[in-house]
C-alpha cells in the first residue's frame, strides 16, 4: 500500500510539473507575441515620418543652400542610417512574430537566387566581385514564403558583397542533400573572413563584429539574426565556417518539397 502511495504521489507530481510547465510556455508565447508586436507597431510608426524627412532633405538636394550644405548632408546620411534600422527592425518583428500564419507555397530556390543577384549586381560590379551562381538544370524546391526565402538568400549575398572589400569571386550553390528530403543554398565569398570566437554570436540581435575592417561597413547587427528567424520558421538550420583574412560560407539546408 505504501509503494502504490508512493507511485500515485509521483503521479500526481508529474502531472502538476506538465500542467505548470504547459501554463508556463503558453504564457512565453503570448510575451514572445507582445513583443514582436510592440517592435512592429514602433517600427511602423517611425517610418511615415522618416520618409517624409527623406524627402525633404531629397529636394534640398538641388537646392542653393549655401553655408548649411556640409550639415544638410549629414543630416541625410544619418536619417538614411535610421530608416535602414527602421526597415531591419520591421524585417526582424515579421520574422520573428509567433501569430503570423506563414505563406508557403512551392518555391524553385533557383528563382530566388536570381532575384538576388539582380538585385545585387550592382553594388558587386562597384565593389569588383563576380558573382557566380553554380545549380542544376532541375528544379531545385522547398516550400514557404517567397518573399522570406529572398531576405535569407538577400542578406547573405548582400554581406558577401559588404565584406569583400578587395573585390573576388561570390559564389552561390544550389543543391540537393546530402541529408534526405533537403535541399542547401551555399553563399561563399573571399572577404574579411570572421574570428572562430565570434561565429556563434552572428544569429543575435545586433551583434557586429569587433574586427575594424568589418566595422568600416554600415550595418545594424540584424541582417543574420533576421535570417536565422526565416530559416527556423521554415524547419531547417544554418551554419558558417570562415577564416579571418580568407573568406566565409553560410550554408542553409531546408527541407525539400
Ligand atoms: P550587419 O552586416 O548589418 O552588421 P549582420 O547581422 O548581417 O549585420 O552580420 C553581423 C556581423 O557578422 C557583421 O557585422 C559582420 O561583422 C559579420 N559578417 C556577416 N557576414 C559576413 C561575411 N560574409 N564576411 C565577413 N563578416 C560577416
Given amino acids: 500500500a505504501l509503494e502504490i502511495g508512493h507511485d500515485l504521489g509521483r503521479a500526481l507530481l ?17 510575451l514572445d507575441g507582445y513583443k514582436s508586436q510592440l517592435l512592429a507597431t514602433v517600427s511602423h510608426e ?19 543652400v549655401g553655408e548649411a550644405g556640409p550639415s544638410i548632408a549629414a ?38 537566387v536570381e532575384d538576388a543577384v539582380e538585385l545585387l549586381s550592382v553594388q558587386a560590379t562597384v565593389g569588383g566581385l563576380e558573382i557566380v ?21 538577400a542578406n547573405l549575398l548582400g554581406n558577401a558583397v559588404k565584406y569583400s572589400p578587395d ?39 545586433f551583434f557586429r563584429s569587433s574586427d575594424p575592417a568589418a566595422e568600416k561597413q554600415v550595418g545594424t547587427g540584424l541582417g543574420l539574426a533576421i535570417v536565422a528567424r526565416i530559416v527556423e520558421r521554415h524547419g531547417g538550420s544554418i551554419d558558417v565556417s ?10 542553409v539546408t531546408l527541407p525539400a518539397c
Fill in 75 to 112: 543630416v541625410h546620411r544619418n536619417t538614411l542610417r535610421i530608416r535602414r534600422l527602421v526597415d531591419d527592425l520591421l524585417l526582424l518583428a515579421r520574422s520573428s512574430d509567433p501569430g503570423r500564419r506563414a505563406q508557403r507555397e512551392p518555391v524553385d530556390l533557383r528563382e530566388v
Fill in 167 to 205: 573585390g573576388g569571386t561570390i559564389t552561390l550553390t544550389l543543391d540537393h542533400g546530402p541529408e534526405p528530403d533537403t535541399v542547401t543554398l551555399v553563399c561563399e565569398d573571399q572577404g574579411i573572413g570572421i574570428a572562430p570566437e565570434e561565429q556563434e554570436h552572428l544569429w543575435t540581435e
Fill in 133 to 153: 551562381v553554380v545549380a542544376p538544370d532541375t528544379p531545385v524546391c522547398t516550400s514557404g514564403d517567397p518573399t522570406d526565402l529572398e531576405r535569407i538568400c
Fill in 242 to 251: 570562415s577564416e579571418l583574412g580568407r573568406g566565409s560560407r553560410f550554408r
Fill in 14 to 30: 508529474n502531472a502538476r510539473l506538465f500542467e505548470q510547465e504547459r501554463r508556463l510556455s503558453e504564457e512565453l508565447k503570448a
Fill in 46 to 64: 517611425l517610418k511615415n515620418p522618416l520618409t517624409g524627412i527623406v524627402g525633404h532633405l531629397e529636394l534640398l538636394e538641388g537646392a542653393d
